[in-house]
C-alpha cells in the first residue's frame, strides 16, 4: 500500500510527507454512531494498527478483487 494523506471531518488535509496511510475496511463497527474500522499504516513499522472512525473522514480505499 502506498502512504497517503487523509482528510478529518472538520477541516483541511493533512499529509504527512507521504509516510503515513490510513484504509478503510468494509467491516462496520456496530455502537450508536457511524463507524467503520480503518487501518493506519507507516513507512518505516512492520505492523498496521486498527482504529475506528466516523464516517466523514476522509481515508483511502482499497478494493480487491474477489
Known sequence: AQPSGWR??????YD???????FWTSTQKINDYPRSW??????DE???????GHFNNGFSIRCIKD
Open 38 to 43: 480503518y487501518y493506519r499504516l507507516a513507512y
Open 8 to 13: 478529518p471531518a472538520s477541516q483541511g488535509y
Open 46 to 52: 512492520a505492523t498496521a494498527f486498527r482504529f475506528y
Open 16 to 22: 504527512y510527507k507521504n509516510q503515513l496511510g490510513w
